[in-house]
């Protein structure tokens, strides 16, 4: 048993209660490798703003939940080394789909879990996650419950069709759960490709797709409903069509890719949600850095050459997010 605590994380309770009352939001940022880790801290404490390092269950098959939770650790020195004394830095995993793999990691130095059962019917989803719950709290570890469903791919759970959170749930679900903060489905979807072009406009201007807005009326219903309860929106990634556009010039192919408008990422933020789940962003911004250094300089192979720019375009990024998207710059 390791808690989170020997490892310098923190859970989220104290960042979604600062969050909710302030009036922005914290980044979740899923992480792979050692140069999304970098990158994330580097962010963090440049802009001084709490941040949540998630990671999935494609994220321990690839990298292995060990070597994952130690590079948590390191985030944390790195962050110190940086020049942050006291950086917070909640290590959550994402999408945990059995109370089994919450409990392992919470036995391994998460500081906060999601049990995502979004999918299962409306009390089983209350009976797991209060299960979760109870052994989560017992380790000081928090909890997010998911209500609702995304369309898109949930790690291994996808759905084409998404069905938006019933508000006449949140308050019954959030009780009998005892969850301390809850995802909803308000429009949002994971992945690159949110939404298809035929439930999207074109901009005449330069073809690109222009996506139907964000059910606001559901999420200030569940606001009225649940005041001040923190609330997360997964599937929040913008695909910001300049780095989509780069991929697609050095070779890729990701045609009508499109995302969330960050307008609506920063009207979100002012209101009760207070965790904002990134993940395709980042998987864009280092994938088009690399396209396009590996197509200007044909002859390198090393990949700290390319790793390099794909680190610093992340960054920058992250930073984006933080700054003028979250608000949480200088809320450490
Ligand atoms: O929720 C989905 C995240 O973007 C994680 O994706 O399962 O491919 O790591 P992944
Ligand atoms: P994106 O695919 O929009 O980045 O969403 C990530 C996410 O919700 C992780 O849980
Ligand atoms: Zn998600």
Partial sequence: ?????????????????????????????????????????????????????????????????????????????????????????????????????????????????????????????????????????????????????????????????????????????????????LAISIGTSHGAYKFTPEQCTRDPKTGKLVPPPLAFDILHEIE???????????GSSSVPQDEVDTINQFGGKLPDAVGIPEEQLREASKSAVCKINIDSDSRLAMTAAIRKYLAENPGHFDPRQYLKPARENMKKMYIHKIVDVLGSNGKL
Avoid: W
Avoid at 37 to 44: E, G, H, K, L, R
Avoid at 92 to 117: A, R, T, Y
Avoid at 224 to 234: A, D, M, Q, S, T
């Fill in 1 to 181: 048993m390791t808690s989170y605590k020997e490892l310098g994380l923190v859970n989220t309770r104290e960042m979604f209660k600062k969050a909710v009352a302030g009036g922005y939001a914290i980044p979740a940022f899923n992480f792979n490798t050692m140069e999304q880790m970098q990158a994330i801290v580097q962010a963090a404490v440049e802009t001084k703003s709490p941040v949540i390092m998630q990671v999935s269950k494609g994220a321990r098959a690839y990298a292995n939940g060990t070597i994952l939770r130690y590079m948590a650790q390191g985030a944390v020195e790195y962050a110190k080394e940086l020049g942050c004394p006291n950086p917070q830095i909640a290590l959550h995993l994402d999408h945990g789909d059995s109370f089994e793999i919450c409990k392992e990691c919470i036995d391994n130095g998460f500081s906060s879990v999601m049990f995502d059962g979004s999918a299962l019917p409306y009390e089983e989803n209350i009976a797991i996650t209060k299960k979760v719950v109870e052994y989560a709290h017992a380790h000081d570890v928090t909890v997010e419950a998911e209500l609702g469903v995304l369309a898109g791919v949930e790690d291994e759970v996808s759905s084409a069709v998404s069905h938006y959170t019933r508000p006449e749930e949140v308050e019954d679900f959030s009780k009998r759960s005892g969850c301390d903060s």
């Fill in 224 to 234: 009225k409903r649940i005041p001040g309860f923190p609330i997360v929106l997964h």
